[in-house]
């Protein structure tokens, strides 16, 4: 099949609070990688680096930040800002550069060290940006949304807390068995339901917190791949990056209002449900095919959400699917198998990244205790701030 | 800050969009340079009041006092406060804002009628900020 690139090599630096730069976790996590593909810094003809703030203009880095701290070696490069999408977007910008024969080996990188707390805008006043704004004028918060997202989940289609709090028990027993991630115990529905109200009906343990961490890929064309003798690599089939489709209806992060539906009817397909299905379309696989998926876990309502979304089961039907085990560990179609935001926590230019690698380690085979027996197929799904999204399909 | 997104007193205060003039979208916050609607080549954007009364599309609250720009005061204690997105059937767009104060969520459910009412965000001895907030209906206070 033309239009595919080889996953070599997949690495991070584990995910916590480690006080230091991010600088140095996404170099931890290029030269896992780098060693995982059994290739040098030197062999990278590109890299792509997901953007994150350094403090002082030109506050947005990443491509050549790295690059410098690898030792500069002349590569191609590229940063990238999506937001929340933005690991998954270096990923589209590395595959079209190998696809288009601009580099052989694409190196992969986004790290960050996040703040404590809540996610808050950029200082100063600046009223034309929409995310200063709902803070300024509301006090919106991010677990606001997600709290909107689960309360409205909870009115129509009949979910409950103690829906939302299985998700969080599934996917920290999944972060339990992972090492890269910075939960590692695994949390009872007692302990959820315990836990100080966020955002009502949100509470403090439906909520992925705020993280360190890097993750890193080591991409290639097909040929470069098997002149190394990788026969049988991972390969990505789709990366989708669709923008929403006006009127988009649903309230999204960090607007204060959805478009309105007075003019335009909206389409069928919501944002969240086109980015999965440019990805379904691009790789000529259906939701039926998944061995697994890694999704954007913000809050445990949230993760219902993408169930649907990615066509899992019918609208309405992602707690049901829970109910069931299909998400779970031996499932039918098991969801964050690495644990999740749940277990990770968010560092917004590596979790698309990251997500990529639990699949690349999961179609390999090489998850250890989370693996999911047999796995051929994965897709990706997460969503950023000011319309980005994207979608990556993984197959073996 | 928000020049222009609300307007009027008491039962008179509604918020304030604008709307394209080809295609009729609405738009708030109001968009004054270029109609967003893809399919619309793009007219005059003239200025409209929203409807008053909506319904509730969901709501929640924020148990944790949020950070900066939005502004408190470090020295009292935080006080949650509820965030209703409503449902504007005329215009058919959600738009989110504060409860008035003293409503939590326990008073609201999904689909109860809100309406649109003034009030203050902060005042810093000079200014005061001025916003909207969602009411119940039925609820006087
Ligand atoms: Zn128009």
Redo the contacts between chains.
């Keep these: 099949m033309t239009g595919e690139v080889a996953v070599l090599g997949a690495g991070m630096h584990p995910w916590g609070k480690w006080g230091r730069g991010f600088v140095e976790y996404g170099v931890t996590a290029a030269r896992a990688a780098l060693a995982d593909a059994g290739l040098e810094w030197r062999d990278v003809g590109s890299i792509v680096g997901a953007d994150t703030v350094r403090g002082g203009y030109p506050g947005y880095v990443a491509g050549a930040t790295f690059a410098k701290a690898l030792g500069w070696q002349g590569a191609r490069v590229a940063s990238v800002y999506a937001a929340c999408a933005s690991g998954a977007q270096a990923v589209a910008a590395a595959r079209a550069q190998i696809l288009a024969g601009l580099a052989d080996v694409v190196l992969v990188v986004g790290a960050d060290a996040a703040p404590k707390g809540f996610f808050r805008p950029a200082g100063g006043d600046r009223p034309d940006d929409p995310d200063w704004l709902r803070f300024r004028v509301l006090g919106a918060t991010n677990p606001t949304y997600f709290g909107l997202y689960a309360r409205r989940r909870m009115a129509v289609h009949g979910d409950t807390s103690e829906d939302f709090a299985q998700v969080k028990v599934k996917n920290s027993a999944m972060g339990a068995l992972n090492p890269n991630a910075r939960y590692r115990k695994r949390v009872t529905a007692d302990e959820v339901a315990a836990s100080a109200v966020v955002a009502d009906p949100l509470r403090l343990l439906d909520i992925c917190a705020t993280s360190d961490g890097g993750a890193a890929l080591v991409l290639s064309s097909m040929e470069f791949a098997r002149r190394r003798g990788a026969t049988a690599p991972v390969r990505i089939r789709a990366v989708s990056t669709v923008t929403p489709t006006y009127p988009n209806t649903v309230l999204d992060l960090p607007d204060i209002a959805t478009d309105s539906a007075a003019a335009v009817e909206p389409t069928e397909r919501t944002f969240r449900a086109s980015i999965a299905h440019a990805a379904y379309q691009e790789a000529g696989i259906g939701p039926e095919d998944l061995s697994l998926a890694e999704v954007y876990d913000l809050s445990t309502a949230l993760e219902l959400q993408w169930y649907e979304d990615l066509g899992l089961c019918g609208e309405g039907e992602g707690a049901k699917l829970l109910r069931e085990g299909a998400t779970a560990a031996g499932g039918r179609i098991p969801v964050n198998m690495s644990g999740g935001l749940a277990s990770f926590g968010e560092a917004v230019p590596a979790q698309a990244i990251a997500q990529v690698c639990e699949l690349t380690w999961q179609l390999r085979g090489d998850a250890g205790q989370r693996q999911v027996e047999h796995a051929r197929v994965g897709i990706t799904a997460n969503q950023g701030l000011f319309g980005h999204g994207s979608a990556v399909m993984a197959v073996r | ?2 020049t222009g997104w609300f307007t009027g007193d008491g039962d008179d205060f509604t918020l304030l969009g604008t709307r ?1 003039s080809v ?7 109001r968009e004054d340079a270029h109609c ?5 080549a793009g007219g005059e954007l003239a200025e409209i009041p929203l409807s008053r009364r909506g319904r509730v ?8 006092r ?7 005061d470090p020295e009292l204690p935080w006080e949650p ?1 509820t ?1 209703i ?1 409503v449902e504007l059937a ?9 409860a008035v104060p003293g409503v939590t ?1 326990a008073d609201l ?3 109860a009628e809100v309406e649109v009412v003034p009030g203050v ?1 902060h005042e810093d001895g000079e200014t005061v900020f001025t ?1 909207w907030r969602w009411r119940p209906t039925g609820v006087t206070a």
């Excluded at chain 2, 599309?57 to 944790?64: A, G, H, K, P």
């Excluded at chain 2, 949020?66 to 408190?72: A, E, G, H, R």
Aim: charged share 10%.
């Design positions: 800050m928000v394209c295609c009729a979208s609405v738009f708030f916050p967003r609607n893809p399919g619309c599309w969901s709501y929640t609250d924020s148990r944790y949020p950070p900066s720009p939005y502004v408190t406060c965030l997105a005329a215009e058919r767009i959600v738009v989110l804002g504060q969520v459910t999904v689909g965000l916003t």
